[in-house]
């Protein structure tokens, strides 16, 4: 079950990450490096200020993936040999949550983004050799499996950044 999209306003939001490359069929193998974000951020004595995330960087669905394993914090941190800081920018955003096995985030993406094209929606994205470089799409785990294993009621929000209106 997912609601209907919407055009939200976000405000920029700084994360510390794990950036992994990975094919599409092996993204859900990265879901555990959320422990090693949440335990350097531990080590430091910061504490997260949200709901983890995947930032998709770069996305090339017949090849790799760019993806931030991401937690976000109240402000920007250093990040060092195993951990990039990032932000996630401001702007508008389409979103849509969804509650619901993991699996069917692909579906609910796919309706997102035919949903965009039908409005007229342009992306922050750009195409380029090595797949679609996104200036801001995430997919935000407002559930955690920990206090609810049934992947059946997990909430999840998509909010991918529009492109900058024309001025």
């Known amino acids: 079950m997912s609601a209907a999209p919407e055009i939200v306003t976000r405000t920029e939001q700084p994360y510390a990450a794990i950036r992994a490359r990975v094919p ?3 993204l859900a193998g990265i879901g555990p490096r959320f422990g090693e974000v949440f335990a350097w951020l531990g080590s430091r004595g910061l504490a997260p200020s949200g709901a983890p995330f995947f930032q998709y ?9 760019e993806v931030d394993v991401a937690v976000p914090v109240a402000t920007a941190v250093a990040g060092d040999e195993h951990m990039v800081s990032g932000v996630l920018p401001a702007g ?3 979103t849509v949550t969804h509650v619901g096995p993991p699996a069917e985030l692909a579906g609910v993406t796919k309706s997102l983004l035919d949903w965009a094209a039908a409005q007229g929606l ?3 994205m750009t195409p380029g050799e090595a797949g679609e470089r996104w200036g801001g799409r995430a997919e935000i785990y407002l559930t955690d499996p920990s206090e609810e294993p049934d992947m059946s009621k997990w909430v999840t929000q998509l909010a991918f950044r529009l492109a900058d209106p024309p001025e």
Not at 57 to 65: A, Q, R, S
Request: net charge negative.
């Open 24 to 26: 599409w069929a092996e």
């Open 57 to 65: 960087n770069v996305i090339d669905m017949t090849g790799e993936l």
């Open 122 to 124: 342009t992306w922050d």
């Open 92 to 94: 508008r955003y389409v």
